[in-house]
């Protein structure tokens, strides 16, 4: 069996674009995958038709482990655009695989390793202000059945915070702990926006609210600065949705910089490297909760990781506060119900594109808002209000 063809195909969905990538073998079996990266779609497309393609044309897809192997070796440059274009691609290859034979994904990576799989909610505080905006919206994913949220109630802090913007930031993590009891979860995320004294300071502020954890609290890419703020906090340290490269999360396991790696499989390399940070983090006794900010066929294949790998506490989910067309792009699977993702059932992803849904949806560029200007809190999702 030999790739015959690679197709790509964009939709924009209100923030994003998804990028979605379709391989065909020569016996006719198709396989998905997502390349998805804010601002950067259409650059990932013109890598993975300038690059990728003649790389995976005529290649057994099944041949993962040595296939993806050589890529990342020869990316050689490294970073989120070439690494995303690989994660899309390994992840058409696993859909492949499972199709061939007759498996759901999360079968071929390990098997159940779980009796049920919880997800939290994210994306649900667009066009929230004052705190009782948040609270009120966090109430809504409460009555969705959630039972842990994530949310960042930072504004456009970088670096430092007015004592005014820090007393702000804590009105909004209290009113949303008091509108939801003390048996949600609350993730608290920083984005990467301040410096460690001062992600210490508003640590030790939020800490009588009992947040499950703080998400990147300062920049991703410094891991001693991680590390430093882990130690001057008792509340959980989740990052890692900014690292890219197998030995980056090395590192971030060594140092034990964390207590939640984060890895997003869309950007890191994809399931097979997925499955080997799994293992480091487990070695250090650090848990997974991957990062999934993206589209349909991305969470699909990180529902088939979580399912598979025990390591994994917990998944974000996105999709009941994206567009209303989001589940129109694919069909075949429900994915969730009550705050649980449902174990796949068909093999492969079980997913497959609607390609007509896609083309009512055209690409629109610089959909995504910066984190940094305040048009982002009122654009976050879907809803303005």
């Known amino acids: 069996m030999k790739i015959a063809k690679l197709e790509t195909f964009l939709a924009n969905c209100g923030l994003r674009n998804y990028l979605f990538l379709r391989l065909t073998t020569d016996t006719g079996l198709t396989g998905l995958g997502e390349a998805t990266l804010e601002w950067q779609e259409q650059t990932v497309r013109t890598l993975i038709h300038e690059w990728l393609e003649e790389r995976l044309v005529g290649e057994d897809p099944r041949d993962i482990e040595r296939l993806f192997g050589n890529l990342i070796r020869d990316q050689y440059q490294g970073g989120s655009t070439v690494m995303t274009a690989i994660s899309g691609a390994e992840i058409a290859c696993w859909d492949i695989l499972g199709k061939a034979n007759g498996q759901p994904i999360y079968k071929l990576l390990g098997g159940r390793a ?56 804590v009105a909004i993590v209290a009113a949303v702990r008091m509108a939801v009891g003390n048996d949600v979860e609350l993730m608290i995320e920083f984005h990467g926006r301040l410096s460690v004294e001062c992600a ?7 800490e009588p609210y009992r947040p499950a954890w703080y998400e990147e609290p300062v920049t991703p890419w410094s891991l001693d ?27 971030l396991a060594a140092l034990r910089a964390c207590d939640f790696a984060q890895p997003d499989l869309a950007h890191c390399g994809g ?16 848990r997974l909760a991957p990062h999934c900010s993206i589209g349909p066929v991305a969470l699909c294949a990180a529902v088939h990781f979580g399912w598979s790998t025990p390591a994994v506490a917990i998944q974000e989910n996105f999709a009941e506060y994206d567009v209303p067309w989001r589940s129109e792009l694919v069909h075949g699977w429900r994915g969730i119900d009550g705050a649980k993702y449902l174990l796949p059932e068909k093999p492969g992803l079980g997913i497959e594109l609607d390609e007509a849904a896609i083309a009512k949806h055209p690409y629109q560029k610089h959909a995504f808002p910066s984190l940094w200007d305040d048009r982002w809190l009122k654009q976050f999702t879907r809803d303005k209000g």
């Not at 399931?271 to 650090?286: F, N, P």
């Open 225 to 251: 600065q991680l590390a430093e703020v882990k130690a001057a906090t008792s509340v959980a340290i989740a990052a890692g949705e900014r690292l890219y490269m197998f030995e980056e999360f090395e590192r």
């Open 114 to 169: 779980r009796d049920e799989f919880p997800a939290y909610a994210n994306g649900w505080y667009g066009g929230a202000i004052t705190p009782q905006d948040y609270a009120a919206k966090a109430m809504d994913v409460v009555n969705r059945g959630y039972r842990a949220t994530k949310f960042d109630p930072l504004g456009v802090a970088w670096k430092e915070m007015s004592d005014e913007e820090m007393a702000n930031a």
């Open 200 to 206: 210490i300071q508003l640590a030790k502020r939020l």
């Open 271 to 286: 399931l097979h490297v997925g499955k080997k940070i799994a293992s480091l983090c487990e070695a250090q006794r650090i």
